[in-house]
């Protein structure tokens, strides 16, 4: 009997596992304030926070601002790439993006039929920024293949599997590129190439 193939994207989007792992309590945890005294009298300066991620990006007609956290809506297949510096992230169903989260984001692809939705408690929260964490893992496990074409093939397969065909022509090379580490001519080579996975060395 043929089995139909199952993504680890939506295994992840539908059951996401807990991560045990020493975490900050508050994402301002890694700022460490200034409480030495410095012998002048004045009370020592308060931590200061990272600014937040400051841009915007139009979705269906609407501004969608990231200054304060939100959360990729759980029940479609949508998600965000979120360019930083050097590389990109993938944030799907369930992640949390946003806020102080993402203060180093330098811009925002939305991907599918994206529908951000806000916190309603601090353990919606709490189980946002686990399931973030467990897609920049999974994204991890590809990243760390040492072929750059393979790597490619691997993250075309898992968003092939997840998004329809329409999204994946628009996606760019250079997102999919920043995302695993490679040339965007690599991943152009990936979408076109007639080699199955098992036969790229």
């Known amino acids: 009997m043929n089995q139909q193939k199952i993504s680890s994207w939506e295994i992840i989007a539908k059951n996401p596992v807990v991560i045990h792992a020493s975490q900050p309590k508050s994402l301002n945890d890694s700022v460490t304030p200034n409480t030495e005294d410095d012998g002048s ?13 400051s841009g915007g990006f139009w979705f269906n007609d609407e501004l969608i601002s990231l200054n304060d956290l939100r959360i990729v809506n759980s029940r479609r ?3 965000l790439i979120l360019y930083k510096r050097y590389h990109a992230e993938f944030a799907g169903p369930g992640a949390a993006v946003g806020g102080e989260f993402d203060w180093d984001c330098q811009g925002v692809l939305p991907l599918g039929n994206l529908l951000l ?30 072929v750059p074409l393979r790597r490619a093939q691997l993250l075309l397969n898992q968003f092939e599997q997840y998004f329809d065909s329409e999204t994946m022509a628009q996606l760019p090379d250079e997102a999919l590129a ?24």
């Not at 009298?41 to 991620?53: A, C, D, L």
């Not at 309603?120 to 990243?143: K, N």
């Not at 580490?181 to 152009?188: E, S």
């Not at 007639?194 to 036969?199: I, K, R, W």
């Open 77 to 79: 297949r949508n998600g």
């Open 41 to 53: 009298g004045e009370p020592p300066e308060p931590p200061r926070k990272r600014p937040p991620f």
């Open 117 to 146: 939705d806000s916190p309603g408690s601090a353990d919606e929260r709490q189980r946002s920024y686990m399931i973030r964490r467990q897609w920049i893992r999974l994204t991890r496990q590809i990243t760390d293949n040492p």
């Open 178 to 201: 920043l995302l695993v580490g490679v040339l965007p001519q690599t991943i152009t080579m990936a979408r076109y190439s007639v080699e199955s996975l098992d036969e790229i060395v």
